[in-house]
């Protein structure tokens, strides 16, 4: 299917001379940008999206809320904690909405017995392999990890704790991270890279001794490409990076913050 776009005038209003041919023989309207458009079904709600969107983008649209911890608008998916899992007829597996293009005739459930069940086991992983102490934790009561603890019914995990050993970095002079707290979302590292330009976040090691890590593994006041604007702080869904000074409860994150940044450079909206 294919849909305009920026095209207000009726039909009717256009002249002969406004019409174009194609060369498949097909009339289209010239000076107009053509958009290749999908139909799928969302949880039993008709969605007609852009070609290329996905899963996730179309959810939204139809006003389906899919769980996401990895995900933030403004800047790349990756897939990373797999909350945004969905199932598509015809596919076996699982696949996570935030990374899956749409495709034509989609029927896509976004919450059935296993999902919610997966999901609930995703987020019993997190905090067992974690140091999740949330009394004593800067976020506590503005935490995404504790908000989707909540909404998928988890109130205690089935999962010993592993109890690691991680460290706390606090040579910034501003900030410092809990690496106790870190979820492994990686949106410190795509937020400063993506938006902020200056890449000094990254992920070092693999399995369970997988961290993020500041320059090239430098504590992070060493780090001279740090410009100290505090979007990985504003982007972390936990409380393990945090504003110094910052006590248990007290932790805001500024999403509306990254939102506006995304678009000031094409807006040119340089004052909030």
Known sequence: MLGLIG???PLTSLKREDWVQDLRGEHLLSGLKLMSVKTLTIDGVDVAIEEGSTVLAAAKAAGVRIPVL?????ISDVGACRLCLVEIRGIRKLLP??????????????????IDEYRKMIVELLFSEGNHVCAVCVSNGNCELQDMAIE?????????????QREVDISHPQFGIDHNRCILCTRCVRVCDEIEGAHVWDVAGRGADARVITGLNQVWGEVTACTACGKCVDACPTG???????TVEEMVHDHSKLEFLVTAREKRQWLR
């Open 152 to 164: 998928v019914g988890m109130d205690h995990t089935r999962f010993s704790y592993n109890f690691p």
């Open 240 to 246: 393990s990076i945090f504003r110094k000074g910052s």
């Open 7 to 9: 095209f207000k005038a």
């Open 70 to 74: 990895c995900h933030l608008d403004g």
């Open 97 to 114: 909405a935030c990374v899956t293009e749409v495709a034509e005739g989609m029927e896509i459930h976004t919450h059935t017995p296993e």
